[in-house]
């Protein structure tokens, strides 16, 4: 794997330019933009080969790597109160509660 294949390469549509946009959350703000969500992608990765390029050119050290593989589990605090009230909706609604804040939580990423 290639250093610049490390990082998190995001690409997004801006309401406020009306365009895509791509940056590398943590290292690499904002730094390009275009009307094709893939053109703005490729372009991203050749900004990110070329950031890596100069700080080993540098001798900085890089930043730590943003891309990794996810379990698809997580542990969440939410204090007693929530968890019960949680807990009562889930079983009113038939569904354990791992089930029930899984659907409501691709609910939120699909806005």
Same mark, same amino acid.
């Given at each position: %794997?290639?250093?610049? #294949?490390?990082?998190?390469?995001?690409?997004?549509?801006?309401?406020?330019?009306?365009?895509?946009?791509?940056? @590398?959350? /943590?290292?690499? /703000?904002?730094?390009?933009?275009?009307?094709?969500?893939?053109?703005?992608?490729?372009?991203?990765?050749? =900004? $990110?080969?070329?950031? @890596?390029? =100069?700080?080993?050119? #540098?001798?900085?050290? *890089?930043?730590?790597?943003?891309?990794?593989?996810?379990?698809?589990?997580?542990? *969440?605090?939410?204090?007693?109160? *929530?968890?019960?009230?949680?807990?009562?909706?889930? %079983?009113?609604?038939?569904?354990?509660?791992?089930?029930? $804040?899984?659907k409501? *939580?691709?609910?939120i =990423?699909?806005?």
């Amino acid at each position: %794997m290639k250093d610049r #294949d490390k990082y998190l390469k995001i690409v997004e549509w801006s309401d406020e330019d009306q365009c895509y946009v791509g940056s @590398v959350t /943590g290292w690499i /703000g904002q730094c390009c933009h275009g009307d094709n969500e893939i053109e703005v992608f490729r372009e991203l990765g050749k =900004i $990110v080969g070329e950031w @890596v390029d =100069i700080y080993k050119n #540098d001798g900085i050290p *890089l930043p730590k790597p943003t891309s990794k593989k996810y379990s698809g589990k997580f542990v *969440l605090r939410t204090g007693q109160e *929530l968890h019960k009230a949680l807990s009562h909706k889930a %079983m009113r609604e038939g569904k354990s509660l791992n089930s029930f $804040v899984i659907k409501n *939580l691709e609910k939120i =990423i699909a806005e």
